[in-house]
């Protein structure tokens, strides 16, 4: 688990109530495997003691879905959305932007591979987790929240911001 960017100094998360928004898992490609389990970002946040309420969504949200999505996210002031290849799938971005556009700043957790961030130059708060798992999203839980530290280093370059070996200290 990568802590690539907490700019605005969003982490850990406040035990505030909090959307948690998971994208739901797929099979993109032969390396993928497909995880249908019940495990999810929002169970291992509540699970760490925050008031979680979420919304698992498929991979490319649109129209009523999303306008649902936005309306939804309107009274909260923490919100964690796991991306997974949203570099495949627009909803994703248009989801991220949208909630942006409301005055939001999603803490964004990549499920899947770290490229999600060159979708989202805009975010301040990055997180690149690499599976969606139950292991992962339960480490992903407790580093979101503090109780552990995110130590890991981006194992490829994703923009010349963030090379190969970049972590939350700022060097490779």
């Given at each position: 688990m990568t802590l690539v960017k907490d700019e605005e100094r969003?982490?850990?998360?406040r035990r505030v109530p909090t959307l948690v928004i998971h994208t739901s898992a797929v099979a993109t490609s032969i390396a993928?495997?497909?995880?249908?389990m019940p495990h999810t970002l929002g169970k291992a946040l509540a699970a760490q003691g925050l008031e979680v309420v979420?919304?698992?969504i498929p991979v490319s949200p649109d129209g009523e879905a999303l306008q649902a999505l936005l309306t939804q996210a309107e009274p909260f002031g923490q919100i964690v959305v796991g991306t997974y290849n949203a570099s495949f799938y627009p909803g994703q971005v248009r989801l991220i932007e949208a909630l942006?556009?409301?005055?939001?700043?999603p803490v964004v957790v990549a499920l899947r591979n770290p490229y999600d961030l060159r979708e989202f130059p805009g975010i301040s708060t990055y997180v690149a987790v690499y599976e969606s798992r139950p292991l992962a999203l339960e480490s992903a839980a407790k580093g979101l929240t503090g109780a552990i530290p995110m130590r890991g280093r981006l194992p490829v370059t994703v923009s010349e911001a963030y090379p190969a070996g970049w972590g939350a200290d700022g060097s490779c």
């Open positions: 969003l982490l850990p998360l993928d495997e497909a995880v249908d979420e919304r698992i942006q556009s409301l005055g939001k700043r």
